[in-house]
């Protein structure tokens, strides 16, 4: 390299050295402390004390950590796929050419807009078993009375204290634990406003004469709909499934405000009992193998997610 050249990567280094001592200070050097605090007995209050792999042969003993993991699974495995279903419907509505569009994509936008604590707070009056608003409705609507289990109860062969028990309609949403995680998950549609944002910009790019081409074949809108609307917009589809997944493995403020992980820990999510770990009970080392596991998780679902996408995800030009 000459002088000249020299100086120029040194003025660059310069102009990015910010940047570089942010990341290095504030992102790496966090990471590579959590992942050997994961190998210690570490409290804050005194100095790691190394101990191995034991805080990962611990956690495959606590059935906390199990609990929590199948309480994350579950609500990613339901509020996943139908965010990604309720999100592409409601693009593909306001795709249309009618008479108030903007009003109506400005509606679906806005619920991205307000801040978590308010829309839990929000949820939290709606969910509300006596005074909420949903409960209301399906009184109105005379929805009352109660659910029974007992033909449920009998294809499980559960008996006893282990039988599923009537639920009474309309139901305490956030008080019972079988109502409260899908609660969650009906909160988690109400914000689809920033997938389907994604989506109409995707549905701009489809060509027309694609649409023009199977019209000329004779295919009708289901067919236009599943060979060549879905087909094209499927780039989209794929990065709104990996944040989806990456996002539902990192559930936290609303169930922490909402349910506070109750009842009976139905709601009680990984990152919440990472969290407590941490910060409640001060086992740091412990919070950062679960940390990693977490990280672990996710990476795993998403090379699966990249790998399937090869079978359905289609880009223009290949």
């Known amino acids: 390299m000459t002088r000249k050249d020299w100086q120029?990567?040194?003025?660059?280094?310069?102009?990015?050295?910010?940047?570089?001592?942010?990341?290095?200070?504030?992102?790496?050097l966090p990471v590579a402390l959590s992942l050997y605090y994961s190998f210690c007995d570490y409290s804050l209050l005194q100095s790691p004390l190394w101990v191995g792999t034991e805080n990962y042969r611990e956690l495959m003993r606590d059935d906390d950590f199990w609990r929590t993991l199948r309480n994350t699974g579950y609500y990613a495995m339901v509020a996943l796929p139908a965010g990604l279903m309720v999100s592409v419907g409601l693009a593909l509505l306001l795709n249309?050419?009618?008479?108030?569009?903007?009003?109506?994509?400005?509606?679906?936008?806005?619920?991205?807009?307000?801040?978590?604590v308010a829309s839990s707070m929000l949820w939290m009056w709606i969910f509300n078993a006596k005074l909420g608003l949903l409960n209301h409705v399906l009184s109105f609507c005379g929805i009352e009375g109660q659910i029974q289990f007992s033909w449920l109860n009998h294809l499980l062969g559960l008996q006893g204290g282990d039988m599923i028990q009537p639920l009474t309609m309309p139901p305490p949403w956030l008080d019972d634990a079988r109502t409260a995680m899908p609660a969650l998950i009906m909160m988690s549609i109400w914000g689809v406003g920033n997938a389907v944002?994604?989506?109409?910009?995707?549905?701009?790019?489809?060509?027309?004469?694609?649409?023009?081409?199977?019209?000329?074949?004779?295919?009708?809108?289901?067919?236009?709909?599943?060979?060549?609307?879905?087909?094209?917009?499927?780039?989209?589809?794929?990065?709104?499934?990996?944040?989806g997944i990456i996002g539902s493995l990192q559930t936290f403020a609303t169930a922490y405000i909402m349910t506070g992980?109750?009842?009976?820990?139905?709601?009680?999510?990984?990152?919440?009992?990472?969290?407590?770990?941490?910060?409640s009970y001060l086992r740091m080392g412990y919070a950062s193998a679960m940390a990693w596991i977490q990280l672990l998780i996710v990476l795993v679902l998403t090379a699966v997610a990249f790998w399937s996408s090869k079978r359905w995800v289609h880009y223009q030009g290949k």
Do not use: C, H
């Open 8 to 28: 120029d990567f040194s003025r660059g280094i310069a102009f990015i050295s910010p940047w570089i001592v942010g990341f290095l200070a504030f992102t790496l």
């Open 96 to 116: 249309q050419n009618i008479r108030g569009q903007s009003v109506y994509r400005t509606i679906i936008f806005l619920p991205s807009l307000v801040p978590v």
């Open 197 to 243: 944002v994604i989506y109409l910009a995707g549905l701009q790019d489809v060509p027309r004469e694609l649409y023009e081409a199977a019209d000329i074949d004779g295919a009708n809108g289901w067919q236009r709909l599943r060979n060549v609307t879905l087909p094209m917009i499927s780039p989209v589809i794929f990065f709104n499934l990996v944040m």
């Open 261 to 279: 992980g109750g009842p009976a820990k139905a709601t009680y999510f990984y990152t919440m009992y990472l969290y407590d770990n941490a910060f």
